[in-house]
Structures are given as C-alpha cells and as structure tokens.
C-alpha cells in the first residue's frame, strides 16, 4: 500500500472503510462462483485489512456482548495495552465510570438500528487509568442477513486538541483582560484566574524588571508565605532567569543546588517546585512570569512550562500596552471571534443605522434575540421618545467617522430602562467606512453606587462644613472664658485692685473656669462616645433627689444667665415619695444638663419644665418642655447630628453644636431611646425612654459629721493648686495633713510614720502614683490609699484598683465626693 493511503485524513480513511465493509459484505451475500468475484473479492478484503492495519487512527471492532474482537495496532497504542490483555477487555473497560451508563445506551441504540451511525467527542481510560478524548465515529458491520453482527469504532487522539482548545481559552480570556482594561492589577488577576483552569497558579506572580535600579516590583502576588513589593534581581531565582534570558523549572534539590553555586540566595521559605519564563519584548527581558509551589513536588510539568511561554507573549503585549499608555485599543485583529464571546453587548450597525448582527450578551441584556432585531432601526429599537433625538445624532457622528463613549439610558424589550455606557466606533476598510461598532455595557451598579457615594460626598462636605463652624465656634467658646481667667487673674495681681473688686474677680474666674470645664467635659464625652470607651455603672439610686437637685441648680443658673422671665417647673407623678431608679446616674444628669441648657439657650420667656411621667409598664418617659423659638420641622432629625446647631437670621446662639448629639447617645448607650416633638413659635418638647423601671423603697437616712481630729492624711501631690483645693475641703475636719510631691518621698514617709489614709496623685515625677501606690502596700497593704487623677479615659478606675487603689476620684476634685471616699475608708 502506497504511503499516500496511509496519511490520509480520518474523514477520507473513514469512507473507505465503509465503502469497502459494504462492498465485502454485499460480495458475501453474492452465491456466484465467478472467478472475476472471487478475486475482486480477495483484493477488497486485501485492501480493507490494510487500510484497518496501516491508518494512522485508532481502529476496533466490537461484539454484541462488547467485547473487543479486533484492532489495529495504533489503538493499542493510544490505550497503552499490550494485544493479550485487550482481547481480555470490553469497550465498557474504556469508558470513565460516570460515563458507561450513556454509553451502554448508545451502543444499545446502534444494535438495535436505532442509531445508524454513532459520531462524538468524549473521554476514555488508558490503562494507567490517564485520561484521553478521542473524536469516535462508530457504525455496525451486519450479517449476511443484514442483521447487526460487530460494531466498527474509529477514533482520533485528540486529546491534545481538546488541551489546546482550554489554552485557546485561556489566551482568550487573557487577551479580553489586555484589550477591555487600563489597570495591569486586574489584567494580572484575570491571568491568575484564567490559569486556574490549567495549571496550579496559587502562588502566581508576575516581577517587572526596572532595569534602572536593577531589581524587580511583583503588582501582584498571591502568596501566603511571603510578599514582596520590590525585591533585587541579583541573587534570586527571577534573577538567574533574566540572566540566561530562558525558561527554567527547577525543583528544590536544583534550588539548593543553585544556592551552593553562589548563583542565589533564598531568604524566605524554600519552594519545593519554581517554574519561570523570561518576558521578552524587543530581545530585552522586561519581567518574568513565575509560578511556584511549597508543597507539591511535581505540580509543575514541561507542558506548564509551554503553556507559560505561549502566555508570555500576551503578557509581554500587557505590559508594553501600560507602559506605552493605550497602544492595543484601537485595532480588534479577532474582532468576529471577540464580538460571539464578548461579555459586552454589541451589535454592528450599517450607516443608516440598520442593525446587521448582534451577540449573545445583546441579547441578555436587552431581551431582543437576533432575529427580533436584525434589519431593525437601532433606535426605534431601544430608544425611547426622550433619548431617540440623541440617539440620532450619535449615530449620525459615528458615521461621520466620529469615535463615541457615553453614559445613557436605553429601553429594554419589556419597556424598562437601563443605564448603559456606549461605545461606538466606525468599521472602517480601505473603502471607506462600512458599518459602525456599538458597545452597550450595562453600568446600573454604578450608577447606583455613583449615587451613593454623590450622596456621601454632600454628607460630607456638609459634615466638613459643620466641623469647620464647629472648630471656629469651639474657639470663640474657648476664648472667651480664658480671656476672662486671665484677665481677671491679671487684675487679681494687681497690688491696688481693694478687697471687694477681688471677690468679683474671683467669681468671675470660677464662672469662667466652670464654663471651660464643661466645654473640656464636652469634648471628652464626645471622643470617649464616639470611641467607644465611655463606661456606663449601673447603681440603684434616688432619682427624686436627682431631679430636685437639677431644678434647683437649674434655677440658679436661669438666674445667672438674666433670664428672670422663664419660670422652671418640676414634675414627678410621685409627689414626695423618693423614688429610686436603677441605671447610671451620672450619666442621667449630663442628659437632663444638656437639654435644660439646650432649652435655656433657645427660650427668652415663659417656661422650661423637666420631669418625667411612668407608662403602663411602670417604666419613666423623661423629659424636657421649653416655649423657646421652636425647630423647623425638616431639621427634627438632624437636630442629633454633630455640630448641628438651631439658628436664625437676628440672633447668634452660643454654643459648640454637640450637645444634643452627646445626649442622644448617652440615651442610646443607657438603652433607651430620644425623640423631639416641636412647633416653630411655640417651644420643643424632648422626650427619652430607659428600660429602667422606678420603684419606692423604704429607706433610712443617716448623717455622719466629719470630724478627724487626731487622723494623719498623706497628701501625695506636686501640683501646688491642687494641693490648695485638697487643703481647703479638709480644713474644717481638724485632720493632720502631710504634703509630698513626688512618689518616691510618699513610700519613704509611709516608712517613717503611720498614716490613716493616702490621698495618691497618679501623676508626679520621679515616680508616679501607681508605683508609689504597689511599693506601699507592699509593706502596708492594709493603708487606705485613694487615687485622685485628671485621666478620664476608659478603664482608668479599674487601673488604679489593680495597682492597689482602695477607691479613686477624678479631678477636679469635689469637696463633698472627696470627703465621702476619706469617710469611707477611715476606720
């Protein structure tokens, strides 16, 4: 048989073989005795058994039972089975698991004449249990009767195909990534997605050579043992690959081979397999694609290998494009196979605006399928009435030549909108311009988020706005009680200034001085709030004396601030039963502090009313009613927001603009909930729930006078002022004071002399009041020791507790709070 047989393709040896399996069958059939039969019929027998025995394709015949009766040597080839052990075997041996029940069906169908002839792609086992694809063609060989007697199989290998085929796809992918995005970050996770499909790309990365400063930067690395942003290019695995400018996969024996070379050095872990392949564009090296693995020793082969360097060239195509701002925008070699696969929706218009094709993705969006839209105005199509005037006059420019890109809205086949970014640009040949190219990307999502952050950005700004009022408020409020504790301070010191301007003056300094703490307090409440670090204590107490004492000071501040024509009312439903309430009480006051100021600030006359009213639960509505100027209604829920302040046209309202917003969430941190009812003209009502329920105990007074005669109190504190206020609240309990200013001389005193308690500052030099405090009860660890400190942050209590603390008060110290933590202690 002539070489020329043998080569031939599988479609033409396939019809020989049938012509001639049908000849033979029909000579058989044949009872003459004719010599010139006989011999035709010895020579296409001769030829059938050549042609099944010399093709370059894998031949078989198969029994009724599936048994394999007889094949050609190329099929034991493709199986790795030796003739013995196939005669052994069924066609059903061949087939994957999951597959031999379809496959049973099929030869089934062929048997019974259902199927007359059998063609598909699919995969079988080799004898190493490999896998192989083989495009199969199977028909029946009949009796002399007609009957179904062996079914003739013909497969071609193309299991390299089918490999081929997933790297077709993946230099797809990759070839969309390089021509649809501008960022080299999301083109080199697409490459690292798209590898998947073939390779182990875990630990992928691609390293840009900067042949300046001779190392490499890796854009991005997924890789948890270790990440580099920049390394150098001598010593390293990348480096010997950009010095031999080739491909290399070494394994970890090869690796610490390289190593005691001197070639590299490695730093961080040791991988067990390293795959790199030189970019190289221009004969120069600009980078190298590698991959690696730290557990797998063989996870990479020489095909991998191949398949990297096939990559190479359109990852070389990337970073070229980067570095040379837009170079593969403008020509779609492919454009026929991008426009069937694309993920955008396009549809190729002539230039009178007929659609001539569209893809599958045009038609997911909009609903339309081809044959619903070609031939069809592209306007009149998914414009509406409002955008078609526009939508003409683009495709009018388009055809003029004119590149297009914006953001629109088109009609979907059932009548909704979608925002949509177009893109149109003219098909042009030699001849002229012949259609245009129009890209519909569907941009709701952005749009919406386009939306939000729009909005976000107005909060904002309006946000920037109100911090700035804010700050320059927060500094006219500063200033204006510090230029009086100077000023006044200034005129103090005046040796001519007689006894009565100093009364004043001192007044005006504590008023002043009270004004800038609660600013301070402000701030600090603020921070801790917003923070989180804003302790809450829960303790029963008597909420009747609390809002006695409120109205009362209240009052007094009313009269201070010359507002003589406001009256203060209290309400509580008890009357004069004391009623306790449990929650924080500190915190209670600063709420009610906040909105009777807030209510001062914004009322001339009438009245400012605090209390509370229970519900059918027994649990208290708190509030707080003024007949001030009232909030507009579009401002009730802002009115909690920070630096939101209520003002008008004719009057300037002092204030830092964050005291309902610190009221709203110590309510919230108490567990309750604020609300505001209000009239403009007629006055707010401000009105706040706690889950707490009120009660009414019967209780016991008792009053304790504090006379110390003959009682040692060790003041530890450097601060002179400080020490005058500790001094001025204890002389009237005859105590003994014994002042030190620094930690390490309170250690030695307790040494020296026995006291009755320490007032500890935390704060001095030397050593502070926390080593002092350990150092002393070490040796006398039954000493009551109180920690007085300006700190307010979080947890600071507890701090000076563990360091041995009996008790703590913050400054600035409280007369009546300092000698209650001394009663208390005392024996």
């Known amino acids: 048989m002539s070489n020329s047989g043998i080569h031939k393709s599988k479609d033409e040896l396939e019809a020989e073989i049938l012509k001639l399996r049908k000849e033979i069958s029909q000579l058989k059939e044949q009872q003459s ?72 069906e099929n030869i089934k169908a062929l048997l019974s004449s259902k199927t007359k002839i059998y063609k598909a792609e699919q995969t079988y086992l080799k004898k ?57 970050f999301k083109v080199i996770q697409t490459i690292k997605y798209s590898l998947k499909t073939i390779i182990d790309s875990k630990h992928f990365f691609i390293a840009i050579y900067n042949e300046f400063q001779n190392n490499f930067s890796v854009p991005y690395i997924v890789n948890k043992k270790e990440t580099f942003e920049t390394f150098p290019s001598e010593k ?113 218009v002539d230039n009178s605006s007929k659609i001539i094709n569209i893809n599958q993705e045009f038609t997911n969006l909009f609903g339309y399928s081809k044959n619903e839209a ?29 590149i297009i890109k914006i953001d629109t809205k088109r009609k979907k086949k059932d009548g909704n909108l979608v925002d949509v970014s177009l893109w149109g640009t003219p098909v042009i040949m030699d001849e002229g311009q012949l259609a245009v190219y129009a890209i519909f990307r569907d941009i709701t999502e952005r749009v919406e988020s386009e939306k939000k952050l729009e909005s976000a950005k107005e909060k904002a700004e309006e946000s ?82 609390l809002l006695y004492s409120t109205h009362k000071n209240f009052n007094k501040e009313r009269l201070k601030e010359n507002k003589n ?64 100027i009232g909030i507009p209604e579009d401002k009730t829920e802002t009115i909690f927001d920070h630096f939101t302040k209520i003002e008008d046209h004719t009057k300037i309202y002092r204030g830092t603009g964050i005291g309902l917003t610190i009221t709203k969430k110590l309510v919230n941190l108490l567990g309750g909930k604020i609300s505001v009812e209000s009239n403009i003209g007629i006055g707010s009502i401000f009105y706040f729930t706690l889950p707490d329920k009120v009660s009414i105990p019967v209780l016991h007074n008792q009053n304790t006078p504090y006379n110390w005669a003959g009682i040692n109190i060790l003041v530890a504190e450097d601060e002179d002022t400080n020490f005058y206020v500790i001094k001025a609240s204890l002389s009237r309990t005859h105590a003994n004071l014994v002042r030190v200013i620094s930690g390490d001389k309170a250690v030695e005193q307790c040494k020296q002399k026995n006291f009755d308690i320490v007032l500890m500052d935390i704060k001095m030099p030397v050593m502070d009041g926390m080593e002092a405090t350990k150092q002393i009860k070490a040796f006398n660890p039954d000493i009551p020791i109180i920690a007085q400190t300006a700190y307010v942050m979080k947890n600071e209590r507890d701090t000076c507790i563990e360091a041995g603390c009996d008790d703590y008060i913050p400054k600035p110290i409280k007369s009546y709070i300092l000698l209650e933590a001394i009663q208390r202690l005392l024996p």
Request: aromatic share 10%; with cysteine.
């Open 33 to 104: 005795n004719s010599k010139q039969i006989s011999r035709k019929s010895i020579t296409n027998e001769k030829l059938f058994h050549s042609i099944f025995e010399e093709a370059g394709i894998g031949i078989a015949i198969i029994d009724k039972n599936s048994k394999i009766v007889k094949f050609n040597k190329i099929f034991t080839e493709l199986f790795g089975y030796q003739d013995d052990e196939l005669l052994d075997k069924t066609y059903f041996d061949m087939i994957p698991i999951e597959k031999r029940s379809k496959a049973k």
């Open 128 to 184: 190493d249990q490999s896998v192989i694809w083989l495009k199969l063609t199977a028909t029946i060989i009949s009796d002399k009767n007609g009957n179904p007697e062996y079914i003739l199989g013909i497969g071609e290998d193309i299991t390299e195909y089918k490999r081929q085929e997933k790297i077709r796809d993946v230099v797809y992918n990759i070839s969309n990534a390089v021509n649809y995005s501008d960022n080299l």
């Open 236 to 348: 390293t695995l990348a480096g010997y690959v950009l010095k031999n400018k080739k491909s290399v996969l070494f394994n970890y024996k090869e690796i610490i081979d390289l190593q005691k070379a001197g070639e590299v050095y490695i730093a961080g872990i040791l991988s067990k397999q390293w795959l790199g392949v030189p970019l190289i564009s221009d004969e120069k090296v600009i980078g190298v694609l590698g991959v690696q693995s730290f557990d797998n020793e063989n996870a990479f082969s020489n095909d991998d290998l191949s398949v990297l360097e096939i990559l190479s060239n359109q990852i070389c195509t990337t970073i070229q494009k980067m570095r040379s701002e837009d170079a593969l925008r403008i020509e779609r070699a492919y454009f026929k196979e991008l426009f069937d696969h694309s993920p955008e929706a396009i549809a190729i």
């Open 374 to 402: 070609i031939n069809k105005s592209i306007e009149d199509l998914i414009s509406t009435p409002d955008f078609k005037d526009d939508a003409l006059k683009l495709t009018y420019e388009v055809a003029q030549g004119k």
């Open 464 to 545: 920037d706005k109100l911090k700035t009022a804010f700050l320059t408020n927060m500094s006219h409020e500063i200033r204006t009680p510090m230029n009086a504790i100077i000023g006044f301070s200034e005129l103090l010191a005046d040796p001519v200034t007689d006894q009565e301007s100093r009364k004043e003056f001192t007044e005006q300094i504590y008023l002043s001085s009270k004004m800038l703490m609660k600013l301070i307090d402000d701030i600090i409440d603020i921070s801790q709030i917003d923070s989180g670090s804003l302790n809450i204590s829960r303790e029963k107490f008597n909420l009747s004396e």
């Open 565 to 628: 024509e406001i009256e203060v009312l209290l309400h509580n439903p008890f009357g004069d039963y004391m009623v306790f309430i449990e929650t924080d009480e500190l915190r209670l006051q600063q709420i009610f502090d906040h909105l009777l100021n807030n209510a001062l600030k914004y009322t001339n006359e009438g009245f400012i009313e605090l209390g509370f009213d229970t519900d059918q639960n027994e649990q208290p509505v708190f509030y707080v009613r003024d007949t001030g």
